[in-house]
Structure formats: C-alpha cells, structure tokens
C-alpha cells in the first residue's frame, strides 16, 4: 500500500531537489513530503522508521549539494504553516524551524528585539541554521545562532518529542548536536532595543556581506571550515584557484572558498572542484580543508 498518497499533504515520488536548494543542483528524492503539521510530521516519521528508510531533512537547501543521483531517502521539508509560527513572550522569542531567517530578523525588528541581526543575509530557515549553527566572523570574533539559544524542541527517528535545554544543547563551529533529530522549533533570549537601532544594525551586516559574498550565481555559501587560525577562501586565493573551472562549476573569483553553479552544472563537477582544491591546498600549506556544506550522496 502506497501510505504516502494518504496524508493531508500526500508524498512525492522522485522530486527533483536541485529545485529546492540555492546551488539548483541535485537529483530526485525516493519520497518527498512536505507535513502539514506535527501529527503528520510523526505519522511520517514512523512509517518511514517501520520500513527502515532513511530520513533526510531539508530547510532552505542553502547549505547542500546533492548528487546527481540524488537520495535514496524520505526528504522532509519542513515550511508548512506549522512549521513557521514565531511568537514571543517578553524577551523569549520562540520560532518554527521552517521559519526563514530574513523572515525571523523581520519579526524581531517589527517586535524590538535584538540579538539576531548578524544572521542577516543567510540565506536559511531556523531548523538549517540550528543544525549547522550557522553565523559569521566579525573582527575575528564568531557571531553563531547557537550563542542565543535556550532551549530546543526536536522530534527523534521514533517519533517522540523532546525539550533539549542547557547542558543537553552542544553548539560548536558549523556543528551541533542537534542534526540527528529533527528540530521543531527553538526558543532565544534576546534584548530589547528600538527597531530603527535594530534595522541600522541589520542594514550593516547586509552591506558587509553584499562587499564579500558572491550571489553572482547558484551557490551553497562557503565550501569549507576555516582551518583554526586561518581562511579557507585566504588558502584557496593564495593557490592561485580563483576562476578555476571543472565543467560548470567555477570558483568564485570574488570569494574563493564559494563555488559557483556556473553554466548548469553537475553534483560530480562541485566534487570534483573540491577535491582539486583540497588537494592543491593540502600540497601548498598541508592544510586539508573540511568542507562545511552537507553533501547527500
Ligand atoms: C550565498 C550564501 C551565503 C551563506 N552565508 C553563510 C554565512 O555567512 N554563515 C553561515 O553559517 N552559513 C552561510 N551559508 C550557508 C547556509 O545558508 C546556512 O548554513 C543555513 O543556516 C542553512 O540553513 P538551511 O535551512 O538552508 O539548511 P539546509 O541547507 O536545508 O540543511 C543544512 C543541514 O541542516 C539540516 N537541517 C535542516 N533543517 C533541519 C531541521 N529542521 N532539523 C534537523 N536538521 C535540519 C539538514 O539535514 C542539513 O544537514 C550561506 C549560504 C549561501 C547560499
């Protein structure tokens, strides 16, 4: 029985994912489903743990490459309404994990509250962001969404629901311990400030990435960590691989540890670039570059 068909927001077989990730690069999902709220999500979650399918989440697509064979998985994608609702009590703001960032940075300026402004200009959902703890250097100190976090509602792979706060929360450099649950949504403690003082801050933060980052073309933001101490981009420009090309996928002449989706490229050009780049970096500095995107294969 194809249970999928049955549910308020039926299943997809064979979605296309490069339509639901900024690089547009990727093949099709086994199953697709966007839930219509929390029961479903669980319905979904344990069918799919019953017949022992593996089950990926999706936010934003703005931190993935997917191969062009695409995955052999439940795709989940999580920006129904129910996943998106935000509401605040004093100085708690609480959001839905499907809630887009410049959406959430929208709310907290109508609302004063500050804290988040340094995520301005990620191009992600709550859910994506928590997984990666997704932020930004500013004079050499790291700004990241894990900082501002009090407490966590996830669902794990059996469908159970769990509050996740203070020492159960485990936030380092693009990485939590949050993505082997399916995160709901999240609560953050942040200040009260004007909204004209918020908006300043937020217009700072856009035009500071406007000058480094490349939106040129399809893009999945930096490739890799920085090493301690050091710059991805900085190592790669330094090897000379700006403007390096393999197929239609090309390093960012502006940023170099961005990777463009040039001229309709494929999943195995991007792999193939960083490889290359891997190896030219490792061979000039001995520094082997960790990539930061989530690749599924
Ligand atoms: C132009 C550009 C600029 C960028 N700049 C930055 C930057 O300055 N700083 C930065 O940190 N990142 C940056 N990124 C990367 C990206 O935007 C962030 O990592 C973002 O937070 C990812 O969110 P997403 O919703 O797109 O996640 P996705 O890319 O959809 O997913 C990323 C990971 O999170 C997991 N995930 C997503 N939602 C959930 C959920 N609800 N529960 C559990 N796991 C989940 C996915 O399974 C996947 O492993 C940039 C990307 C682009 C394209």
Redo the contacts with the bound molecule.
Sequence with gaps: MQWWKNLKKPGKLSEPLKNH??FRIGGAAQLFFRPHDLAELRQIVRNCSKRDLKI?????????LVSDKGARAAVIK?DSLAFRKTSKVRNILEAG??KP?NQLLTYCRVHGLSGLEFMA?????I??????N???CVDKKLLSIGDLVESVR?LDYNGNIKILEGRKLKFGY?RSN??K????SARFKLNFQNSRQIQDKINDYLVR?RNT???SRP????IFKNPPGDSAGRLIDACGLKGKKIGGAVVSSKHAN?ILNQDRCSAKDVLALVKLIQKVVKKKYGVLLEPEI?IWK
């Design positions: 990730t900024t990926l989440v999706l936010g934003a697509g703005s931190n993935l999580l994990a499907g960032l200009g990620i191009p992600g959902t859910g994506g962001a928590l997984a990666m997704a932020g930004v996830v693009r949050l993505a649950y399916i995160i709901l990435r980052r490349d939106y893009n999945a933001g930096c961005f989530k």
